[in-house]
Structures are given as C-alpha cells and as structure tokens.
T-cell receptor, first 116, second 114 residues
C-alpha cells in the first residue's frame, strides 16, 4: 500500500523569505500524481500545485514550486517570497494513475507559520 | 470559492442523537467523497460515490450512513456516535473520469459529540 510522510509537523519562516516543506512517499507504481494542498485557518482545502510522475519538469505555480525526485520518492514544496496569507496547514497527497476512484493518499500535514 | 458547500458548519450532538451532514457541489462533477479530519492525522477517506454509486467504503462503522440521491448532493447520516467521532468532516468532489483528477473541497462541518 502507498504511504505519504510529512516529517515536519510545523515550520516557520520570516515574511518574504523562502521555505521548503518536505514530503516523501512510498509506492511500487511508476505512474501516479502528486499534490500539495493548502488548508488555511478557515478550513477550506485548496489545491496549490500538482505533478504528474511521468513529467520530468518540476511544476511551478507563481511563488510555489516543487522539487520532484522520482527515484528518491521525494516531493518537496518551495514557497518563495512568503506572505502572511501563506500561513496554513499544507498537505502532500498521492494518487495512483490506476485508481478509478481517484482516491488520494494523504500525509499528516505541516503547519506553516509566517513571522511578520 | 470552490463550488462545494457544506451544512451545517458546526454541530454539537449527544451520543443518542440522529443528525445529518449535507454537501452540495455546483461544479458538474460526478464523484463525491466524505473525509474525516482529526488533528495531527492524515485525512481519512470514508466514502466515495461515483456517478451516484458507492464505490468505496473504507471500513467505516455503521453509525455513519452515506446517501447520494444525485450527483450534486451527498449526505452523511449520523446516529449513536461516540466521542471519538468528534472531528472535522470534509466533503469533496471531482469530475470522476478522464484526466481531471483535482478534488475540490467544501469548508467542512466541525462535529462535536458529547
């Protein structure tokens, strides 16, 4: 069975600085998708960025980028120029390309604190 | 806004009560999900409905009973709950087929069982 591990329960960063959140996963499959979701204190979970395993190029969305290391099964999220609005829980998730139910396997989350 | 709404946002119920959580999506999706979110734990998938058919039940106790009358609405009926069932219950939806695999979440219902 696949698992997702986020080893940092909490991270803090100074506003305008860069922070990297770690995520590792375990799978025997070669085709899958990886996601970072953000859950602000208001609790509505939103998708930040996604990566298809077959793509070698790291995904980027504005200030958010990933470092996808397929061989190492690592999928870290880098947030550049951190803003107060980035404070939230961040969840890493995995989905098998073979799963017709589109089920996500979730990490336990990392709480990101932004220091003004 | 993600187009997924949940009511109520907060619910306090006794162990002998019966209540229902409601989820509605306005995105034209065909798959809907119930998750349980407890502090410091990964989200736990409870139920999946795909085209109104329940396709997954992750060993959820029978005191939780889902209902999906159509592809836009999803209910979670609750009865004789336990204090350990207190959690945030999240509903999500996705298009359910093809390559669109993003799940869109509602704001959740904070449930407290006393």
């Amino acid at each position: 069975a696949q698992t997702v591990t986020q080893s940092q329960p909490e991270m803090s960063v100074q506003e305008a600085e860069t922070v990297t959140l770690s995520c590792t996963y375990d799978t025997s499959e070669s085709d899958y998708y990886l996601f970072w979701y953000k859950q602000p204190p208001s609790r509505q979970m939103i998708l930040v960025i996604r990566q298809e395993a077959y793509k070698q190029q790291n995904a980027t969305e504005n200030r958010f980028s990933v470092n996808f290391q397929k061989a190492a099964k690592s999928f870290s999220l880098k947030i550049s120029d951190s803003q107060l609005g980035d404070a939230a829980m961040y969840f890493c998730a995995y989905r098998s390309a073979l799963d017709s139910n589109y089920q996500l396997i979730w990490g336990a989350g990392t709480k990101l604190i932004i220091k003004p | 806004e993600t187009g997924v709404t949940q009511t109520p946002r907060h619910l306090v119920m006794g162990m002998t009560n019966k209540k229902s959580l409601k989820c509605e999506q306005h995105l034209g999706h065909n798959a809907m999900y119930w998750y349980k979110q407890s502090a410091k734990k990964p989200l736990e998938l409870m139920f999946v409905y795909n085209f109104k058919e329940q396709t997954e039940n992750n060993s959820v106790p029978s005191r939780f009973s889902p209902e999906c009358p159509n592809s836009s609405h999803l209910f979670l009926h609750l009865h004789t709950l336990q204090p350990e069932d207190s959690a945030l219950y999240l509903c999500a939806s996705s298009i359910g087929r093809g390559t669109d695999y993003e799940q869109y979440f509602g704001p959740g219902t904070r449930l407290t069982v006393t």
